[in-house]
């Protein structure tokens, strides 16, 4: 399946994480510390069946999965908005965005905002905070706020050089300067570092789409990866003509990315690869912090900021509430949990608002009465709790006039998603365009039971919660 060399390389970096437990002397450690260190790891256009311990055969992340398989897995994670922009500000703020208001890529975080995010209330603390990658959240971008920057505005480029005029993929320039952080840090201080990696997001305007590090070209390079069910056009048929339609944003792309297969081979191995160069880099991550002697009181959290369409539906990118879009990736790593509570695959509903209160928590803080947002430490611990049985949906996000004609538009859309349903709603259509996902019977949500007589009841229920939750998450 691998070059030589990139199979070693690989199988070295999933085995340094694996055995790392049995390496006895480090240099100093900090595990003294009541407050771990916490990292956060944040993917881009990662869906939640992108990882092995996810039950993807083919892909290669033998070092999430190991965290994973040591660690506590969420297999029903989500985004409350599936636009990078809004999910990282609910990420940071642990707000819906009917809330914290960000439903664009420019608007910046308020004073106040910034000081309720999960890094700011543990710098208060007296943590060291340090963030790399791609920030997300509008122009004006709060390096000064933070002990180490190596942050970006808008979306990074794949392809750079280093200092010497070599050439380094971004993923690599991400654990650059996550090793210089480390490197830097007080031992006598408790340390959170939030890592935004491009991957596997497009190059966005580069006919190439997905340009993976040179170093995984021969990945993937002799299998096939099946086409998804939904890909058939019975299923792009079935949707409206506003979803059909080649002027939709979801058709534009997918016409860029999938439209024929041996396109849809190049762009999706791509994507894949992309993937397994962060997977290395997490890797490379944890044994650093071996060398170092943080690795026994350094929380890993592991998350995607969205989920991403692969042809289904003929759809590409993400933004509507299909489980495809809003479905992501959630492993917490706690080396202080015991062996008992390791290894746990949780079904409850987690969201992108529960990160902030989860983090704050594990360092020992007052979750903010303004974060809506629960935290996962009482799942984490395997402790009985209430835990939510639906959520709100929201993609507010409208597409500039002046773009359209080239993007194209997304329509708007509310919804909630309980255990057994979905029901979505797009509010730019009178009367409004709904959506109705037995999730029991159809979890691949082929069929919309919408207009089925059969499920009018359940459809006026969900009708009426939608609008209460619409308020309720102001």
């Known amino acids: 399946m691998f070059a030589k060399h990139t199979r070693r390389q690989f199988l070295q970096s999933a085995t340094a994480v694996l055995s790392s437990a049995a390496i006895g002397s480090t240099l100093f450690c900090n595990s003294k510390h009541k407050h771990p260190n916490i990292i956060f790891l944040l993917t881009d256009d990662q869906r939640w069946d992108m990882l092995g311990c996810m039950g993807n055969e083919i892909i290669q992340t033998p070092n999430i999965d190991a965290m994973a398989n040591d660690g506590v897995i969420f297999e029903k994670a989500f985004v409350t908005t599936a636009i990078c922009c809004t999910s ?124 993976a590090d040179p170093a995984y070209d021969n990945l993937y390079s002799d299998i096939k990866i099946p086409l998804p069910e939904k890909a058939d056009p019975k299923y792009v048929q079935s949707m409206p003509d506003f979803k059909q339609s080649d002027n939709s944003m979801p058709r534009v792309r997918w016409q860029l990315r999938f439209s024929n297969p041996e396109l849809y081979q190049k762009m999706v191995k791509n994507y894949y690869r992309l993937i397994t160069g ?67 695959r949780r079904q409850e509903m987690a969201l992108n608002i529960d990160v902030a209160p989860t983090i704050i928590d594990l360092a020992g803080l007052p979750v903010p009465a303004d974060m809506q947002g629960k935290s996962l430490v009482p799942l984490l611990h395997n402790k009985t709790t209430a835990w939510r049985e639906e959520f709100f949906y929201e993609h507010l996000y409208k597409v500039p006039e002046q773009w359209e004609d080239t993007v194209g538009y997304i329509p708007r859309s509310i919804g909630i998603r309980t255990k057994d349903f979905k029901y979505l709603r797009y509010i730019d259509y009178q009367p409004f365009y709904e959506e109705l996902y037995d999730l029991q019977n159809d979890p691949k949500e082929r069929h919309n039971l919408a207009n089925n007589p059969l499920y009018a009841a359940q459809l006026e229920k969900l009708r009426k919660r939608c609008e209460e939750m619409s308020q309720e998450k102001r």
Not at 180 to 194: I, T
Not at 318 to 324: Q, S
Request: charged residues 20%.
């Open 88 to 211: 990282r500000a609910s990420i940071f703020l642990g707000q819906y965005a009917r809330r914290h208001g960000i439903h664009d890529f420019s608007t910046d975080f308020t004073p106040e905002q910034l000081n309720l995010s999960y890094d700011m209330q543990l710098k208060q603390a007296g943590y060291t905070v340090g963030f790399i990658g791609k920030y997300g959240v509008g122009n004006n971008l709060p390096q000064t706020s933070y002990d180490f920057w190596a942050g970006v505005p808008g979306q990074p480029t794949y392809e750079n050089s280093d200092e010497n005029g070599e050439y380094i993929h971004y993923t690599q320039v991400c654990k650059k300067h996550a090793l210089e952080f480390l490197n830097s840090c007080d031992p006598e201080k408790p340390f959170c570092l939030s890592i935004s990696f491009k991957a596997p997001h497009v190059q966005d305007g580069d006919p190439r789409q997905f340009i």
């Open 278 to 344: 962060v997977d290395v880099v997490v890797g490379q991550i944890r044994q650093e912090l071996q060398r170092l002697g943080y690795a026994d009181n350094t929380v890993f959290a592991f998350m995607g900021d969205n989920g991403f369409f692969l042809g289904e539906y003929g759809f590409a990118g993400k933004w509507y509430g299909h489980e495809e879009s809003i479905r992501v990736p959630l492993v917490w790593y706690d080396p202080r949990l015991p062996r008992q509570l390791r290894g746990q």
